[in-house]
């Protein structure tokens, strides 16, 4: 059984960070092409980030490109999404992906 597990999320000021993290299980992960979406309120979901299975390549939404980074520890089993000089309109639920399996999504608020 496949499993998503984000984590990480909360109230940041804007210009802060956070660090998502998304456990994952059931499949093998070291294989998997991981992706990190986003849903803001009222809005549809959209693609925010992409890492390859051994993490050579690595793929950005030009709105959060070089502000967001991602990266994954397979001896973990874990990928990661690091926001940094987060801005209101990042305020979303943060979703992992990989295939058609989703986590619950994690939500991050930037207000001050």
């Known amino acids: 059984q496949v499993q998503l597990v984000e984590s990480g999320g909360g109230l940041v000021q804007p210009g802060g960070s956070l660090r998502l993290s998304c456990a994952a299980s059931g499949f093998t992960f070291s294989s998997a092409v991981m992706r990190w979406y986003r849903q803001a309120p009222g809005k549809e979901r959209e693609w925010v980030a992409r890492i390859t299975s051994s993490g050579a390549i690595r793929n950005f939404a030009d709105s959060v490109k070089g502000r967001f980074t991602i990266s994954r520890d397979n001896s973990k089993n874990t990928v990661y999404l690091q926001m940094n000089s987060l801005k209101p309109e990042d305020t979303a639920v943060y979703y992992c992906?990989?295939?058609?399996?989703w986590g619950k999504g994690n939500l991050v608020t930037v207000s001050s």
């Open positions: 992906n990989t295939m058609d399996y």
